[in-house]
C-alpha cells in the first residue's frame, strides 16, 4: 500500500507540475513492449519508447515493410531486440514469406490479424509452421465488428481450447477484444469492451490456466479495459498468470504521452482518446502487483519466451 501512495503521489506532482509532465515515467523496472507496430519513421519509433519510459520494443511488421526493420535495429539493438513478421495467411505463399521472416532474424509470428477462424485451415498450417520453425504466433482475436476493424478477425476463441490441445508444440499469444473480453464468464459478444465486475471462470482465465503453450500480451484498449473492470480480480489475474503474461501496448500515439491524430481519432475507445496506451496500462499495472510480478510481466517474461539475453 506505501508503494501505490508514493505511486499516487508522483502522479499528482506530475499533473501539477508542466515541466515534470513533459519526463518519461520511471516504472522501477525495465520495460519490453511486445506488441509494438512498426512506424513510417525511425524517429516515430523511438519517439514513442522515450516519451513511455519503455526500455525496448519487440516490432511487428508485415514482411513487405521487414527490410526497416535491419536498420532500425542495427542503430538501436538495445532500444529494438527482437520483431515478429506476418503476412496475409490467406495466400498460398504465407508459409514461405513467414519462414523467409524467421530466417530473416524474426522471433516470431504476428500480429496475425486476417478474417478467418482461428480454428480454421489458413491458420492450422501457420500453427504447424510454428511448431516446426520454433517460434510464437501472436493472434487478434475478434468476433464483434468494430469502428477500428470492421468484421471479425480469428474467429472462436471460445473453441480454441481444441487447437491449444492439437498443436501442444506451438507457442500462442493471445491478443485483442474477444481474447480479453471472455476474462468474464458471462461474455456472450455482446460489446466489444463489457465493462463491470468479473465473473470468475471466463474462458480466457481458464486457458490460461489450463494449457502451458498459451500466453497474452496486455496490449490496446481490450487489455487494459479488461483489466481495469473489477481492481480485486486483476490483482488475482495477474498473480495467478505472472509467468504467461506479457506486457504490450499496440498504441497508435507518436510520442509515448498521446499525442498524433491517430490515437485522437474516431476509431480509437473514447477512453482512450489522447492518451498513450503504454502509460495507462503500465500505471494500471504497477498499481495491481508487486515489483517482482511487475519485474516478470514487464521484461523477464518476455525474454524467457523470445531467447533473448537478459
Keep these: 500500500m506505501e508503494r501505490r501512495t508514493f505511486l499516487a503521489s508522483l502522479g499528482a506532482f506530475a499533473a501539477a507540475s508542466p515541466a515534470r509532465a513533459q519526463e518519461a515515467p520511471a516504472w522501477g523496472a525495465p520495460v519490453i513492449d511486445m506488441h509494438f507496430h512498426l512506424r513510417r519513421t525511425q524517429e516515430l519509433n523511438i519517439a514513442h519508447q522515450q516519451g513511455a519510459g519503455v526500455t525496448a520494443a519487440n516490432l511487428l511488421a508485415r514482411t513487405d515493410s521487414a527490410s526497416a526493420v535491419g536498420p532500425l535495429q542495427a542503430q538501436n539493438p538495445a532500444m529494438f531486440p527482437s520483431w515478429f513478421g506476418s503476412t ?113 471462470g471466463g474462458v480466457t482465465d481458464k486457458l490460461l490456466s489450463d494449457y502451458p503453450n498459451l500466453f497474452a500480451d496486455t496490449s490496446a484498449n481490450s487489455a487494459n479495459n479488461a483489466l481495469s473492470r473489477d481492481p480485486a480480480f486483476t490483482v488475482d489475474f495477474l498473480k495467478r498468470h505472472q509467468d504467461k503474461l506479457h506486457f504490450g ?19 480509437v475507445a473514447p477512453r482512450m482518446r489522447g492518451k498513450c496506451v503504454a502509460q495507462e496500462t503500465l500505471k494500471l499495472m504497477t498499481a495491481s502487483t508487486t515489483p517482482e510480478i511487475f519485474r516478470r510481466i514487464a521484461w523477464t517474461n518476455a525474454h524467457r519466451l523470445l531467447n533473448l539475453p537478459a
Design 88 to 200: 496475409d495467411v490467406t495466400k498460398p505463399d504465407a508459409e514461405q514469406l513467414l519462414t523467409q521472416a524467421v530466417k530473416a532474424g524474426a522471433k516470431g509470428f504476428g500480429e496475425l490479424k486476417f478474417p478467418v477462424a482461428a480454428d480454421g485451415p489458413e491458420m492450422r498450417r501457420v500453427y504447424d509452421l510454428a511448431a516446426e520453425l520454433g517460434v510464437p504466433v501472436l493472434i487478434h482475436f475478434q468476433d464483434v465488428s468494430q469502428a477500428a476493424a470492421e468484421g471479425g478477425y480469428n474467429t472462436g476463441v471460445k473453441r480454441f481450447g481444441a487447437i491449444l490441445k492439437a498443436y501442444p508444440r506451438t507457442r500462442f499469444i493471445g491478443h485483442a477484444d474477444a481474447f480479453w473480453a471472455n476474462i468474464s464468464a458471462d461474455y456472450h459478444e455482446q460489446d466489444a469492451y463489457p465493462t463491470g465486475p468479473i465473473v470468475p
Design 249 to 267: 501496448s499496440d498504441c497508435n500515439c507518436e510520442d509515448g504521452k498521446g499525442g498524433g491524430a491517430a490515437q485522437n481519432s474516431d476509431r
